[in-house]
């Protein structure tokens, strides 16, 4: 079984991105995109009862469970439906980042942390919208702006936890305590023998907990062994 080359893979990586590729616009795009519809989102909610605040904790748990269930089914088994994210997130993602390799290096390395920026539109449109449209219909238009919302705000928050968890280690930002804890569950989740079974949730793991997936090693238990992997174009493939 042949080692995986982590720096060799990052060389053709980044020697495969387009000279028009721009981190900062992809981000930018983002997160401006983002905001901007929870802003439409904010401007339906009217006068919210008590009980419609529950469209906060409902829309959490959505997302917290779809999180894990297309990370798991998508992200680390090969589909039909899913191929393209199986080859950016096992192939790419998986094969950049290993468990002793986790920081990226330059701004452009962004391209293998965020998800393409065109999917933010397709999730607002395909997924917040019918949410929002669906709960505004069969609870109220309160309801239905707080639910998309939460939703849309998950996906901004995973994206924002994502690149958390691949800062370098002395970074101020990943020594609080949380983002510590999950950054290690991240950093787990990059060890080969562990990516397709374990620690798919990257913000709060409720569903991995619930699902018994999740994987836990103390932070101080030593350096760990070699990630070992059989590659494909230097990608790494799943067992």
Known sequence: MPTHD??????????EISPRYNAWLH????F???I????????????????????????????????YAVHRGF??????????????????????????????????????????????????IGIAAPAYLVVAQVVGTDAGALFAATLLAGYLTYEVFHAI????????????????QMTQLHRLHHRRSLMRDCNFNLVFPLTDWLLG????????????????AETVDGRMEGP
Do not use: C
């Open 6 to 15: 982590t720096d060799a893979f990052r060389s053709r990586y980044r020697a």
């Open 27 to 30: 981000g930018g795009f983002v």
């Open 32 to 34: 401006a995109y983002g």
């Open 36 to 67: 901007a519809v929870l802003a439409v989102l904010i401007t339906r909610i009217d006068t919210v009862t008590g009980w419609e605040w529950l469209a906060i904790p409902a829309g959490l748990l959505v997302f917290n469970i779809g999180e």
């Open 75 to 124: 992200g680390h088994h090969k589909t039909w439906l899913g191929g393209l994210f199986y080859r950016r997130h096992t192939g790419d993602h998986h094969s950049f980042f290993v468990e002793t390799k986790m920081t990226f290096e330059q701004a452009r390395d962004w391209r293998v942390i965020f998800f393409p920026a065109w999917l933010i539109v397709l999730f607002s």
């Open 165 to 180: 968890e691949h800062l370098p280690p002395e970074h101020g930002v990943t020594r609080l305590p949380w983002i510590r």
């Open 213 to 228: 997936t999740l994987y836990w090693e103390p932070i101080d238990a030593g350096a760990p062994g070699l990630v070992r």
